[in-house]
C-alpha cells in the first residue's frame, strides 16, 4: 500500500518537475540537482524560463560601488536559495512538495514545454532506479558556498560577517571564503570551485575592471558540466560583452516604512536574460520565509508591456 | 657520527661570491688574488676573525689586530665578517647533507654534525660515503677536515685536532689521548688553568682519580670527557624536525621536467602509503625535498585539512604547489635526488567508501587542500564564531584546513535567540572607518554623515544597540552606541559612537563615530 502511494506521489512529482523544467536535470553525483533555480516569484520565474539557469554564470553588479552589500545580498540570498539551506531546517510541506531543496515551485502554470512529456515518462518507466534524484532533502543541504574575492574588493566593502549572513538564511559553516591577490587567480579558483562537486554556489566578487572573455566563457562551461550556479559579483555595471546567462544590476532600494531601516531590500534590472526579458523589480527579503518576495512598490518602477507582474502577485 | 669542520667557511664563502660574480675586476684567478682576511670588533678592537690559505702562510691568524696585521703585511684585502650570511651558508650545508641522514645538527659557527649509524651502507660503507662528500666539497671549494668515530665527542675532537681517519667504536681512548684539552670542547679558560697545573694532552687526565679534578676544575671537564668517551650518551639535535615517515631515490641522470618530478612524487607516496596504512596513519603536512645537481635543496611543504594517503591526492597538492611557485621554482641543471617525507602524521581513521555523504566531504576536503597549497592556507578560511560580544572579536575567519564541525555556529544561535540580538550587516568592514556626523542630539543617531567623502543623509535609524567595551582589559576601548541607519539612497550602514557622553569629562573632545558595516 506504502509502496503504491509512494510509486504515486513520486509519478506526480516528476510529471511537476517535467513541466517546468527545460532541461532534464544536471549534475555529476549521484544526486542530480533541477535544472533551475526558482525564485519564487512568478513574475521574475516566466521571465527567466522557470527560474534562474542552474549550471551557468550570472553577472550581479552595484549600480556603484556603495551599494555592494545590497548586490551582495541578492548574491547571498540566491545562495541560500539555491542548495546551501540551514542544515537544522525542518521542510514543511509546502515547500517539501517541489524539489526537495527548500523552494517554492512556480505556483503558475508553466509554459508547455514540447520535451515534457517524453522526459517525465521516460524518467517515470525507470521505477525504483529513478528514485535516486528523489531524495527527500535534496543534496543541496549538504552543498557548500564558496566565496572567492580578490583582497582589495574584501577591503573596501568588509568581509563577510556571519552572524549576519545566518540570518540571510546561509548558515556560516557552510560558507569558504577565499581571498586572491589576482583576478586570474580568482578565475582559477572559480574554475576549481565549479569543478567540485561538493560545491553549490561560487560567488566570486571583483572590483570594477575588465574580465577576460575566454575566462568567463570558460566559467560558463565549468558550470554547465557540474550544474553548480556561478555567480559573479561586481563592484560596477560591466561594459563589456559577456556570456553570462543573465546580468542583473542590483542596488539598494529604500525601506518603505517610516520608522527604522525595514527588512533588506534591493531594487534589482534584469539587464539581461538569454531567455527572454529584461525587467526591473524591487524584491524583499523575507526572514521568515527565507526568500525574496516582491515588495510594494516603493516608487513606480515601469514593468514591461506585456506583462504585469505585480498584478498577478497581488 | 660524523664531524665535518669547515676550517675557512667565512674567507670561502667571500672567494665564492667573488668568482660566481660577472664582474672582472674582483673576479681573478687564485693565484693573483690579495691574501684575504675577514675582521669584526671584539671589543673595541678591529681583529682577524678569519684569514685565508694564502693569509695563513703569511703567518697571519684569527685573534690578530687589523693595525698589526697591516703593519705586517700592507697589501692584504680585508673584508667586514657578516655571521648572519655565515651562518645561512652553514644552513644551507647542513640542508646540503640531509641526502646523506636525516639527523643533521648545525655545530656553529662552522661544524657540521651528521649521524650517519644506520645510513652509510647506502653508500657502500663509510669510506665510500665520505668519498662522495669530500668530492662534493672540494668541489664547491671548501676547505674541510672531518672524522668519523663512535661518539660526537671523539669525532669532534678527531675533526678539529687529529688526523682524518675513520675511527670505529672502541677506539675511542687511544683516539683521545694524544690530542691536546681543549679538544673536549671545555671553555678555553678551563683547559688552562688545566695547562697550568701540567695537564696538557687528554692523556694526561684519562686515569686521574676523578674527586680531585671535579673538586678543582668543576664536573664540566670530566662531563665532556666521559661523552667523547661514550660513558655517558650525548643528544644530537638535529636542525629540522625528523619525519616519521620518509621516502627517497636517487637518479642516476637529473631529472628537471616538471611532469617528472609529479611522477617522482606520486611515486614515492605510493611507497609511503603502505608504511601509513600499516600504523594506521594519514599526513597532514607533506615535504618534497629535491636536492639540485650543484647542492641547492629545494624544499616544498603542502598542508592537508584531513589525514591523507592516496598517492594521487599528495600528487594533486604537488601540482598546486609547483605552479604557485612558477618562475621561482628553478631546477638549475636538474634534481639528482628526491625525498618525500610526512612531517606530520595523523591517526586515519578507515573509511567506508561507497554511497553517502562522505563522497562529497572528501570532495570539499579536496578542493580546500588544491586552493590551498595554491593561494596558501591563510586564504582559504571559514568564519567561526568567537566568544565575545564586541563585533569584531564575535568572530574570526580561520584557515579552512584547520576548522572541524559547526565551529561555534550552533551556540552563536543559541546566543541570538536568548538574547534577541539585533540585526548585524552582511558586510563588516575590516577596521570601523571614522566618519564626520551631525547628530541632532548628543546621544541620538546621526542626521547625515561623510563617509569616504560622499555625504549621506540619514532618513530612518535604529539604536542605540549599547555595546561595552572590554572593561576589564587595559585595551578594552570606550563603549559603543550601534546605530542602523538608513539614508536617502536605500542605503544602510551600521554606525556607532565610540563614549558616551555620560562619562565625558568636561573639556575632552566630544566622541567619535565610527562606520562599520554594511546591509543589504
Known amino acids: 500500500m506504502g509502496l503504491v502511494m509512494n510509486a504515486q506521489l513520486r509519478q506526480r512529482l516528476l510529471a511537476l518537475r517535467g513541466t517546468t523544467r527545460t532541461a532534464p536535470g544536471i549534475g555529476n553525483g549521484f544526486g542530480v540537482l533541477p535544472a533551475v533555480l526558482p525564485l519564487g516569484i512568478a513574475a521574475i520565474d516566466t521571465m527567466l524560463g522557470g527560474g534562474l539557469m542552474r549550471g551557468a554564470l550570472h553577472e550581479i553588479s552595484a549600480p556603484a560601488e556603495t551599494h555592494t552589500a545590497a548586490a551582495t545580498g541578492f548574491a547571498l540570498g540566491l545562495a541560500a536559495l539555491g542548495g546551501a539551506t540551514r542544515a537544522t531546517r525542518t521542510p514543511s510541506p509546502r515547500r517539501g512538495e517541489g524539489w526537495g531543496e527548500g523552494v517554492l515551485p512556480s505556483p503558475l502554470p508553466a509554459p508547455p514545454h514540447p520535451t515534457s512529456r517524453s522526459l517525465s515518462s521516460g524518467r517515470a518507466s525507470r521505477g525504483p532506479a529513478g528514485s535516486v534524484d528523489l531524495s527527500p532533502l535534496g543534496r543541496g543541504e549538504k552543498r557548500s558556498v564558496l566565496w572567492i574575492a580578490e583582497e582589495m574588493a574584501r577591503a573596501e ?11 540571510f538564511g546561509l548558515a556560516p559553516e557552510r560558507l569558504l571564503t577565499v581571498t586572491v591577490s589576482h583576478r586570474r587567480d580568482l578565475l582559477w579558483g572559480m574554475e576549481e570551485a565549479l569543478r567540485c562537486r561538493a560545491v553549490g554556489v561560487v560567488i566570486g566578487e571583483m572590483r570594477p575592471g575588465k574580465i577576460d572573455e575566454i575566462a ?23 561594459a563589456d560583452s559577456s556570456t553570462a546567462a543573465t546580468r542583473w544590476i542590483v542596488g539598494a532600494a529604500s525601506s518603505a516604512i517610516a520608522h527604522g531601516p525595514g527588512a533588506p531590500r534591493i531594487a534589482a534590472h534584469l539587464v539581461r536574460n538569454r531567455r527572454g526579458p529584461a525587467g526591473s523589480w524591487i524584491l524583499e527579503w523575507s526572514d521568515s520565509d527565507e526568500r525574496f518576495i516582491l515588495a510594494t512598490h516603493a516608487q513606480p518602477v515601469a514593468a514591461p508591456a506585456f506583462d504585469r507582474p505585480h498584478r498577478q502577485v497581488a | 657520527m660524523l664531524s665535518l669542520w669547515l676550517r675557512r667557511l667565512s674567507t670561502d664563502r667571500i672567494v665564492r661570491l667573488r668568482d660566481s660574480s660577472p664582474s672582472p675586476r674582483v673576479a681573478g684567478r ?3 688574488r690579495a691574501p684575504l682576511v675577514v675582521t669584526g670588533k671584539r671589543g673595541n678592537v678591529e681583529v682577524l676573525t678569519a684569514v685565508d690559505e694564502a693569509a695563513g702562510r703569511l703567518g697571519l691568524s684569527p685573534g690578530l689586530t687589523l693595525a698589526q696585521a697591516r703593519a705586517m703585511h700592507p697589501g692584504i684585502d680585508v673584508v667586514a665578517e657578516d655571521i648572519e650570511a655565515d651562518t645561512v651558508l652553514l644552513e644551507s650545508i647542513a640542508d646540503w647533507f640531509l641526502r646523506y641522514t636525516p639527523l643533521v645538527a648545525c655545530d656553529a659557527p662552522d661544524g657540521l654534525l651528521l649521524d650517519i649509524s644506520g645510513c652509510s651502507h647506502l653508500y657502500g660503507g663509510e669510506r665510500a660515503l665520505v668519498a662522495d662528500l669530500s668530492g662534493r666539497l672540494e668541489h664547491a671549494g671548501f676547505a674541510y677536515s672531518l672524522a668519523i668515530a663512535g661518539t660526537i665527542g671523539a669525532a669532534w675532537a678527531a675533526a678539529h685536532y687529529g688526523k682524518p681517519a675513520n675511527h670505529s ?14 679538544a673536549l670542547r671545555i671553555p678555553p679558560v678551563t683547559a688552562a688553568s688545566l695547562a697550568r697545573v701540567g695537564l696538557k694532552r687528554i692523556g694526561d687526565i684519562l686515569d686521574l682519580p676523578r674527586a680531585p679534578l671535579t673538586a678543582r676544575f668543576g664536573s664540566d671537564v670530566l662531563r665532556q670527557l666521559d661523552r667523547a668517551l661514550g660513558h655517558e650518551h650525548e643528544p644530537l639535535t638535529p636542525r629540522l624536525p625528523v619525519a616519521p615517515y620518509v621516502a627517497e631515490q636517487r637518479f642516476a641522470e637529473p631529472i628537471a621536467r616538471e611532469d617528472d618530478i609529479l611522477a617522482v612524487a606520486r611515486r614515492l607516496a605510493r ?6 596504512e600499516r600504523r594506521g ?6 615535504e618534497l625535498t629535491l636536492f639540485r645537481t650543484d647542492g641547492m635543496v629545494r624544499r616544498i611543504a603542502a598542508g592537508t585539512s584531513r589525514p591523507l594517503r592516496d598517492p594521487d591526492d599528495i600528487r594533486g597538492l604537488f601540482v598546486e604547489r609547483l605552479a604557485a611557485l612558477a618562475d621561482a621554482f628553478d631546477p638549475g641543471f636538474g634534481f639528482d635526488m628526491a625525498r618525500l617525507s610526512v612531517i606530520v602524521a595523523e591517526p586515519c581513521p578507515p573509511q567506508q567508501i561507497g554511497i553517502g555523504g562522505g563522497e562529497d566531504e572528501a570532495e570539499l576536503c579536496r578542493l580546500i587542500d588544491r586552493l590551498s597549497a595554491r593561494l596558501g592556507a591563510r586564504r582559504v578560511q571559514r568564519l567561526t564564531a568567537q566568544d565575545s560580544h564586541i563585533p569584531e572579536a564575535a568572530e574570526a575567519a580561520l584557515p579552512a584546513q584547520a576548522v572541524n564541525g559547526d565551529a561555534g555556529w550552533t551556540a552563536f544561535r543559541r546566543y541570538r535567540e536568548e538574547t534577541a540580538l539585533s540585526p548585524r550587516p552582511l558586510r563588516l568592514l575590516t577596521r570601523p572607518e571614522p566618519i564626520e556626523a551631525v547628530a541632532e542630539v548628543p546621544d541620538g543617531p546621526p542626521l547625515r554623515f561623510r563617509w569616504r567623502r560622499a555625504l549621506h543623509e540619514v532618513v530612518a ?18 563603549a559603543r552606541d550601534y546605530f542602523r541607519v538608513e539614508d536617502k539612497s536605500g542605503l544602510r550602514f551600521w554606525l556607532f559612537r565610540a563614549g558616551l557622553y555620560r562619562d565625558l569629562v568636561p573639556g575632552s573632545p566630544a566622541p567619535t563615530w565610527f562606520l562599520h558595516g554594511t546591509f543589504a
Request: no cysteine; hydrophobic share 45%.
Open chain 2, 461 to 478: 535609524a535604529e539604536g542605540p544597540e549599547r555595546i561595552e567595551g572590554a572593561w576589564w582589559s587595559e585595551h578594552g576601548g570606550p
Open chain 2, 169 to 182: 667504536g672502541g677506539e675511542e681512548r687511544a683516539l683521545l689521548a694524544p690530542l691536546p684539552l681543549s
Open chain 1, 157 to 167: 566593502s568588509g568581509a563577510p560577517h556571519g552572524a549576519g549572513l545566518d540570518a
Open chain 2, 271 to 276: 611507497r609511503l602509503q603502505f608504511a601509513l
Open chain 2, 30 to 32: 687564485s693565484e693573483e
Open chain 1, 216 to 238: 568567463v566563457r570558460r566559467l560558463s562551461l565549468a558550470a554547465g558540466e557540474s550544474g553548480a550556479l556561478a555567480l559573479l559579483l561586481r563592484a560596477a555595471p560591466a
Open chain 2, 281 to 286: 596513519d594519514g599526513a597532514r603536512r607533506i
